[in-house]
């Protein structure tokens, strides 16, 4: 429970610059955000979706203000990324600091500090008691792609194995990795195609959809390791990628002992095991990465969102005879590591701890756990909602046609669009697009959270009834 002095509670009472309060003033999208609808419709690529119809203004904590002036509950984050707030005033001091210096150099040409101090951190808040190196990108994608291509050339092999419902990006390599056709990879006459060659894809554990419930997580494994085997060869991989917790893929957490096989088997074989850790870290799931859960020590980490406190940064983080095997110059970017991103990773960084953030998770964890398990209770055979899961503060809801799996995006997308017509935004994700998710920034006061928490057990009420 919350004490005085407690973290959780010094946000119970913050300085935001914002209001922390729900308010719609008008219909919406009012009439600025149909303005700028209108001229996106004449400029913007269709290809580029967006789930909420309104154009943000202004956003702090837990709130994100429109043009016309609606405050919305931000249950979302900007997709696991703002887990310190929008405007942090440590990130926006920090960044306001380095941009008023200097904007940009390039590491590769005039190095600098912050690109230095950010590897430090790193190196000491990613599991693995080893020599560990660090490279810096822009986006989750290319931290992706960099940990394979640095796998490949340290192993000499080729094959990379992904799981089903994985997400990893949308560039060439890492739409080759992730596992939805639509929207990432399909379209009129084969789609975004065609894709890198040497994926190989295996079965997840995913413990509400198995065939067999009671499989455990070690025979999930051996399932996956007997494919591997049989149909690619072990001395043929370079690579084993996974989500410890599945994102776009529906939140899914494997069955204990299925990620410490894995680590295990790809020891054993020289197989670099490589933790996405772009939407589960930094806090995200109550420790700084969902390996902790389970003890489990990947050889890299691919890390971004949450990093830099919204700004754009990514990092591969993994053991130094790896990373060391890349010739110097074999790494690199314009942009990759930009100092202002630099900067704000370290303030973001600096805020988790000063908050403890990871705890903050925990504790949303346990609020969003209790409330929503009661409510299955109540709800019973009734229920559209066919699991609650996840860790910390990255937690879904599955929705199924009451009694039975199967999946119910109709829904899924109807409890979404009633919370934001009640000015909560809510994402939805999975495989078959049936899980609601609940990616709250990490700073959100408790009587936010719960008036979100409220409008969408509201929700799943009355679509469900
Ligand atoms: N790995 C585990 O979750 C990004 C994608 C949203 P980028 N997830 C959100 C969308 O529809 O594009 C993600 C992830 C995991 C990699 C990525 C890719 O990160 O920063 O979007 O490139």
Redo the contacts with the bound molecule.
Sequence with gaps: MTTLSSPAARIAEPAFRLEQKRRIVGEFPGPRSAQLAARRAAVVAKGVASSVPVYAADADGGIVRDVDGNSFIDLGAG??VTSVGASDPAVVNAVREQVGHFAHTCFMVTPYEGYIAVAEQLAELTPGDFEKRTVLFN??????ENAVKVARLATGRNAVVAFDHA?????NL?MALTAKAMP?KAGPDGGFGPFASEIYRVPMSYPFREENPSITGAEAAQRAITMIEKQIGSESVAAIII?PV???GGFIVPAEGFLPALAEWAKAHGVVFIA?????GFCRTGEWFAVNHEGVVPDII?M??GIAGGMPL?AITGRADLLDAVHAGGLGGTFGGNPVACAAALAAIGTMKELDLAGRARHIESVVTERFTALQAELGERSIIGELRGRGAMLAMEFVVPGTRTPNPEATKAVAAQCLREGVIILTCGTYGNVIRLLPPLVIGDALLTDGLDVLEDAIRSVGA
């Design positions: 997709i696991a986006s989750g994608a290319e931290a992706v997400y990893h990006g949308r560039t890492t990432y989500e599945q994102g776009e996405d850790e772009v939407q589960s691919t971004a969102k990514s």
